[in-house]
T-cell receptor, first 112, second 113 residues
Framework: DVKVTQSSRYLVKRTGEKVFLECVQDMDHENMFWYRQDPGLGLRLIYFSYDVKMKEKGDIPEGYSVSREKKERFSLILESASTNQTSMYLCASRPPPNYGYTFGSGTRLTVV | TQLLEQSPQFLSIQEGENLTVYCNSSSVFSSLQWYRQEPGEGPVLLVTVVTGGEVKKLKRLTFQFGDARKDSSLHITAAQPGDTGLYLC?????????????FGRGTQLTVWP
């Protein structure tokens, strides 16, 4: 089974801190994604990557950046954390089209 | 832009009842997927449907993809408390969308014993 591992289940950070969320997949998938999930708003795509060093903005990229230096690892960076970035963050990877995502267990980030 | 509309948003039923969840769009998708998510966990893929009119069964769950590939439904027969969770539909766009999926906002199902 494909595994997508997110480095932390829970994080508490202070406003203004730089925050790194790490995601690693073990099945050589080209496509990786970062979503945030908020009640009533569903899953919203932040950034995605279809190859090493390649990235594409999703629907809500403001305040975030990403890094993909190796195929298996996709990092989400909050440059200066703000309280409105408190959310559940989900990483996913996907083989070629018409196959589903495999999600990680999520990181619940609280910014205080 | 919310490409996929799910209904109902919330569903609370007794064990043994049947239910249907709908996923509708004005867009055509190359495939459509259903996921279930439990509290504190990531969504887990249940099924992918690819062909217009396709019907797939997974034990007590029946998934249907509309003929025009714009909508889908999930029907659960004789629901059990273990079916409780957030059900998400997701569509894969046609053409070059670089593998991204478009998600509905989900249907929160609660099945009471």
């Amino acid at each position: 089974d494909v595994k997508v591992t997110q480095s932390s289940r829970y994080l508490v950070k202070r406003t203004g801190e730089k925050v790194f969320l790490e995601c690693v997949q073990d099945m050589d998938h080209e496509n990786m994604f970062w979503y945030r999930q908020d009640p009533g708003l569903g899953l919203r795509l932040i950034y995605f990557s279809y190859d090493v060093k390649m990235k594409e903005k999703g629907d809500i990229p403001e305040g975030y950046s990403v890094s993909r230096e190796k195929k298996e690892r996709f990092s989400l960076i909050l440059e200066s954390a703000s309280t409105n970035q408190t959310s559940m963050y989900l990483c996913a990877s996907r083989p070629p089209p018409n196959y589903g995502y495999t999600f990680g267990s999520g990181t619940r980030l609280t910014v205080v | 832009t919310q490409l996929l509309e799910q209904s109902p948003q919330f569903l609370s039923i007794q064990e043994g009842e049947n239910l249907t969840v709908y996923c509708n769009s004005s867009s055509v998708f190359s495939s459509l997927q259903w996921y279930r998510q439990e509290p504190g966990e990531g969504p887990v893929l249940l099924v992918t449907v690819v062909t217009g009119g396709e019907v797939k069964k997974l034990k007590r769950l029946t998934f249907q993809f509309g003929d025009a590939r714009k909508d889908s439904s999930l029907h659960i027969t004789a629901a059990q408390p273990g079916d409780t969770g957030l059900y998400l539909c997701a569509g894969a766009g046609r053409g070059s969308t670089l593998g991204r999926l478009y998600f509905g906002r989900g249907t929160q199902l609660t099945v009471w014993p």
